[in-house]
C-alpha cells in the first residue's frame, strides 16, 4: 500500500521560511517522479514544484520560482520543498504527490498517489 506522509507545516509570517517533508513508502521511490501542488481555501488545487527520478531535473510554477526549492534523498525515500520568502498567498494546504512518469503537463490528474496534506499558513 502506497503511503505518503506530509510533515513541516505551520504558522510563519510574511518574509520567513519554512521546510516541508515527505516520506513515501509501498513504492520502489526512485521510479517515480515526486512532486508539491497546494490548494487555498475555495480555489482548484495548483502545481508547485516536481522533482525527477534522480533529482536531476525539477520544475516549478511561476508563482513560486525562485523562492522554493524541491529536492530528494532516494536513499530515505523522502522529498523536501524548502519555501523562502513566503507570502501571505502561499497560505494553502500542500500535499505532496507521486507519478511513474515525467511530463511537462502537472496537472492533478497526472499524478497517481497523494498524501493528506500539510497546512502552511503566512501571515502578512
Known amino acids: 500500500q502506497v503511503q505518503l506522509v506530509e510533515s513541516g507545516g505551520g504558522t510563519v509570517q510574511a518574509g520567513e521560511s519554512l521546510r516541508l517533508s515527505c516520506v513515501a513508502s509501498g513504492l520502489n521511490f526512485n521510479s517515480y517522479v515526486m512532486a508539491w501542488f497546494r490548494q487555498a481555501p475555495g480555489k482548484d488545487r495548483e502545481f508547485v514544484a516536481t522533482?525527477?527520478?534522480?533529482?536531476?531535473?525539477?520544475y516549478y510554477s511561476d508563482a513560486v520560482k525562485g523562492r522554493f526549492t524541491i529536492s530528494r534523498d532516494n536513499f530515505k525515500n523522502t522529498v523536501d520543498l524548502q519555501m523562502n520568502s513566503l507570502k501571505p498567498e502561499d497560505t494553502a494546504v500542500y500535499y505532496c504527490?507521486?507519478?511513474?512518469?515525467?511530463?511537462?503537463?502537472?496537472?492533478?490528474?497526472?499524478?497517481?498517489?497523494w498524501g493528506k496534506g500539510t497546512q502552511v499558513t503566512v501571515s502578512p
Open positions: 522533482i525527477i527520478y534522480s533529482g536531476g531535473s525539477t
Open positions: 504527490a507521486a507519478r511513474e512518469s515525467w511530463g511537462r503537463r502537472n496537472e492533478p490528474y497526472d499524478y497517481n498517489y
